[in-house]
């Protein structure tokens, strides 16, 4: 058997194309949406990153003020910095590109940023309201699987979803959204991470196995019940010279042997970190209709 390819490119760009209308709609209004991007530093993904980000809000109408500052930027003068876009008309929603530089707490950053313009959903007002199913901003990644699901038609409720992964920004909420009471979702969810002997144990049970361990490699298709949905939120460069930018993505997934034994699988590029850009899109759109109470 060969695996369906769960597209995020294709996903993505309806999103996006129904986004542009929303934005459309509400510049006739007289708003228009703005977004602040804080890249601290520069490492090449962050950069990547960003400026992915900017491409998707210019191709939907969303105004990007992109903030660069350096590597050695103070606690102090990023904390300031927010502030000032929490009190600005013009944003509605503000991203600050993790990681930041060790010597900044990145969790004070979190929760320095208004909840409502905290469009990545990392504020603990969001995480929490979204564990009680409360309406909130949901994380972007968590948010685009939970899409890219819906789009294909993928059954979830009732079935195990199975889990690599606890970081707070994928594995945690993932967790959560899947077993909600509400499609897609309703699973029965099982969460797997370095202290977890056997991997395998577990994965060979998923109906849906979402990896986010972060490394490559981490399931082959000996670990992968045939039949099964493999969501990959992996992103790794692996040097390749041969390649024209000096090296290529692959996901946490073998992806040759896995995609013969799934009955979907997601790409990578082209999967999970294009719906990410798309939901930030969203929740932009979605930040600017909260701040005018416009309903749907
Ligand atoms: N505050 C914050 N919010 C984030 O959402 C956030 C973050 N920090 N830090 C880093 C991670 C990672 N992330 C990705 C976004 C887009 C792609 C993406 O567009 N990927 C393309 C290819 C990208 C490329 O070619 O390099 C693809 O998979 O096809 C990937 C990864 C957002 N993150």
């Given at each position: 058997?060969?695996?369906?390819i769960l597209?995020?490119?294709e996903?993505s760009?309806k999103i996006?194309?129904?986004?542009k209308k929303?934005?459309?709609?509400l510049?006739?209004k007289?708003?228009?949406?703005?977004?602040?991007?804080?890249?601290?530093g520069?490492?090449p993904?962050?950069?990547?990153?960003?400026?992915?980000?900017?491409?998707?809000?210019?191709?939907?109408?969303?105004?990007?003020?992109?903030?660069i500052?350096?590597a050695s930027?103070?606690?102090?003068?990023?904390?300031?910095?927010?502030?000032?876009l929490?009190?600005?008309?013009?944003i509605?929603?503000?991203?600050?590109?993790?990681?930041l530089?060790s010597h900044?707490e990145?969790?004070?950053?979190?929760?320095?940023i208004s909840?409502?313009k905290d469009?990545?959903?990392?504020h603990?007002?969001?995480?929490g309201k979204?564990?009680?199913?409360q309406?909130?901003?949901?994380?972007c990644?968590?948010?685009g699987?939970?899409?890219m699901?819906?789009?294909a038609?993928?059954?979830?409720?009732?079935?195990?979803?199975?889990?690599i992964?606890?970081?707070n920004?994928?594995?945690?909420?993932?967790a959560n959204?899947?077993?909600?009471k509400?499609n897609?979702?309703n699973?029965?969810?099982t969460?797997?991470h370095?202290?977890t002997p056997?991997?395998?144990?577990y994965?060979?049970?998923?109906?849906?196995?979402i990896?986010?361990?972060?490394?490559?490699?981490?399931?082959?298709?000996?670990m992968?019940?045939?039949?099964?949905v493999?969501?990959?939120?992996?992103i790794?460069?692996?040097?390749?010279?041969?390649?024209?930018?000096g090296?290529?993505?692959?996901?946490?997934?073998?992806?040759?042997?896995?995609s013969?034994?799934?009955?979907?699988i997601?790409?990578?590029?082209?999967g999970?970190?294009l719906m990410?850009r798309?939901?930030?899109?969203?929740?932009t759109?979605?930040?600017?209709?909260k701040?005018?109470?416009i309903?749907?």
């Amino acid at each position: 058997m060969s695996a369906a390819i769960l597209s995020g490119k294709e996903i993505s760009q309806k999103i996006l194309e129904e986004l542009k209308k929303e934005v459309a709609f509400l510049k006739e209004k007289g708003i228009t949406p703005g977004l602040a991007v804080i890249r601290v530093g520069d490492d090449p993904a962050s950069i990547a990153y960003v400026n992915g980000k900017k491409k998707d809000a210019e191709k939907i109408g969303i105004k990007s003020y992109e903030h660069i500052l350096p590597a050695s930027t103070s606690q102090d003068k990023l904390c300031a910095l927010i502030d000032n876009l929490n009190s600005d008309v013009n944003i509605h929603g503000i991203l600050v590109q993790l990681p930041l530089p060790s010597h900044i707490e990145e969790q004070a950053i979190i929760e320095r940023i208004s909840p409502d313009k905290d469009v990545d959903g990392f504020h603990p007002i969001n995480v929490g309201k979204m564990v009680i199913g409360q309406d909130a901003f949901l994380p972007c990644t968590p948010f685009g699987i939970i899409k890219m699901l819906e789009y294909a038609g993928i059954e979830s409720k009732g079935k195990h979803t199975v889990i690599i992964g606890r970081s707070n920004i994928v594995g945690k909420p993932i967790a959560n959204l899947m077993m909600q009471k509400r499609n897609p979702g309703n699973s029965t969810v099982t969460v797997c991470h370095t202290a977890t002997p056997n991997v395998s144990d577990y994965t060979l049970q998923a109906d849906i196995l979402i990896v986010a361990a972060g490394r490559p490699c981490v399931v082959n298709a000996d670990m992968v019940k045939p039949g099964a949905v493999v969501i990959d939120v992996g992103i790794n460069r692996i040097e390749d010279k041969e390649h024209p930018r000096g090296y290529r993505l692959v996901g946490d997934v073998d992806y040759d042997s896995v995609s013969k034994k799934a009955s979907w699988i997601t790409p990578v590029p082209g999967g999970v970190g294009l719906m990410t850009r798309a939901m930030l899109m969203y929740n932009t759109v979605l930040a600017v209709k909260k701040a005018n109470s416009i309903k749907e």
